[in-house]
């Protein structure tokens, strides 16, 4: 799909430049790049990636209002996983080009 730049409002560009934004912070990459194959709580993550849960918190809120990131609830526990297909693929993309180089 080929997209004429004089349609782009101000609210397309807005979320765009704030996608970009969320793939240019290493920690939000580890995030998502965990998140690619299957779901994980707060705790899990921040213990896989050896991170303080108060950070991961603070990075899946930033991913969530972009609609990056989804949960479920289990009982008291949330469980995240990516939320936007596109996203993933650029990224997953973004990660094969930088190893690739």
């Known amino acids: ?3 004429n730049p004089h349609d782009l409002d101000e609210e397309t560009l807005f ?3 704030q996608t970009f934004k969320a793939l ?3 920690t939000r990459i580890r995030i998502l790049n965990l998140l690619f194959n299957k779901e994980y709580s707060v705790n899990e993550i921040a213990e896989t990636l050896d991170l303080r849960q108060s950070t991961v918190s603070h ?9 990056l990131v989804k949960y479920r609830r ?5 469980f995240y996983s990516y939320d936007d297909e596109h ?3 650029m990224l997953k993309q ?6 690739h180089s």
Do not use: C, W, Y
């Open 74 to 78: 289990e009982g008291t526990s949330l």
């Open 59 to 67: 990075q899946l809120r930033f991913l969530k209002n972009l609609r």
């Open 94 to 99: 973004t990660i094969e080009h930088a190893i």
């Open 24 to 26: 240019s912070d290493p």
């Open 15 to 17: 979320l765009v430049s």
């Open 87 to 89: 996203v993933m693929n």
């Open 1 to 3: 799909m080929k997209v």
